[in-house]
């Protein structure tokens, strides 16, 4: 039997949509668990708690090796395939999620994710006070995607230095997989950089961006298994398979999506075929650390972008690590998360 390792999760039937809304709260050892609001389609809601499993555990090793006083959680609500969301119907979702986070006390605050936005995080707020990311004019710190994007920018110079001696993008041959809110900032920052660029997104309607950039638009499955220097997943979690990884002529992967590896194994296989792979947990923590800097800490925007950009050192901390030792980064990276959790005790 596998161990439930979470304090805690809440699943709910909400009350005004009808829908499941998950909440799993991995650990608290740190103070508050943190982690976004995933609106998502799922084949079966049990899907939608596998995610929030994983999604919750990770932002836990998110928010340690970031070296934020927060533990780990998830908010999941599972909407069946095939619907829609009408403007209503969001505002019940919104709702009961509001009221299943209120359920939970404080132990746990969420923020924007994939399928919300900050507006979104403002109708939460209405009914609790655990809620970042709310626009401005609402108290928050707003969209956190452009602090994802400048901290995965970080993790990108501090990969190239390894790989390449200069920490700088320009004339580096990368690979963007997923143009959304993170991934296409991240791509005009490469660009302005003068990074060679390859993109793919599964919305053909993408292409335009693409054009504007200057950047080189290919499927993604060309843009996944690409022959460039880094690999940069900014899609949906799980692109790393044990059929996938055999196939990659990258030299290093690192990017914002969640759950990249699929299976254990596939990080196994990634180590063997000596490509280097940045957690995604590090290398996304941009969002969180600025929201909690400005919203918990009462940073002011430059401090907030130097801890974002503050990534680069931690990553480039954990290839050493993993270079001296002769572990993985990602092997590095839990180890630096289990004494940060076993210190706080
Ligand atoms: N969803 C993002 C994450 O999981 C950003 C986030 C910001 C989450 C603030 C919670 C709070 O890291």
């Not at 939608?48 to 970031?66: E, I, N, P, Y």
């Not at 995080?121 to 006070?129: F, K, L, N």
């Not at 390449?164 to 143009?179: C, E, K, P, Q, Y």
């Not at 599964?202 to 499955?221: C, F, M, N, Q, Y």
Request: aromatic fraction near 2%.
């Amino acid at each position: 039997m596998s161990t439930l390792r979470h304090e805690q999760v809440l699943i709910r039937t909400g009350a005004h949509s009808g829908l499941p809304v998950i909440v799993a709260v991995h650990s608290t050892t740190l103070g508050q668990a943190v982690g976004g609001c995933r609106l998502w389609h799922y084949a079966d809601w049990r899907d939608g708690l596998a995610d929030a499993l994983r999604l919750s555990a990770a932002m836990t090793a998110k928010c340690a090796v970031a070296g934020l006083a927060n533990g780990g959680g998830k908010t999941v609500v599972a909407v069946p395939q095939g619907v829609e969301l009408d403007a209503a119907m969001r505002r019940a979702v919104l709702d009961d999620v509001a009221d299943t986070i209120a359920a939970l006390d404080g132990a746990y605050a969420t923020g924007p994710d994939v399928g919300t936005t900050p507006e979104d995080m403002a109708v939460i707020g209405e009914r609790t006070p655990h809620v970042f990311c709310k626009p401005a004019q609402h108290g928050g710190s707003g969209d956190s995607s452009p602090a994802t994007a400048l901290g995965t920018l970080a993790a990108l110079r501090a990969v190239h230095r390894r790989l390449h001696g200069t920490r700088t993008l320009a004339g580096a041959r990368l690979s963007v997989v997923g143009l959304g809110s993170v991934g296409l900032r991240l791509a005009r920052l490469l660009a302005d950089e003068g990074a060679e660029l390859l993109v793919s997104d599964i919305d053909t309607t993408k292409r335009a961006a693409s054009d504007e950039l200057g950047a080189t638009w290919v499927s993604p499955e060309q843009a996944l298994t690409a022959d460039v220097d880094i690999l940069v997943p900014a899609a949906l979690g799980g692109v790393l398979t044990e059929e996938v990884v055999p196939r990659l002529r990258c030299a290093a992967i690192a990017g914002p999506a969640n759950n990249q590896l699929s299976t254990e194994a596939a990080g196994d296989l990634l180590h063997r075929r000596g490509i280097v792979w940045v957690p995604d947990y590090v290398a996304s923590a941009g969002g969180v650390v600025n929201a909690l800097t400005i919203e918990l800490h009462k940073g002011t925007p430059d401090e907030a972008r130097e801890r974002v950009e503050a990534i680069e050192h931690t990553v480039t901390d954990l290839l050493a690590t993993a270079g001296h030792r002769h572990i993985t980064p990602a092997q590095a990276a839990t180890e630096l998360a289990q004494r940060r959790l076993i210190g706080a005790e």
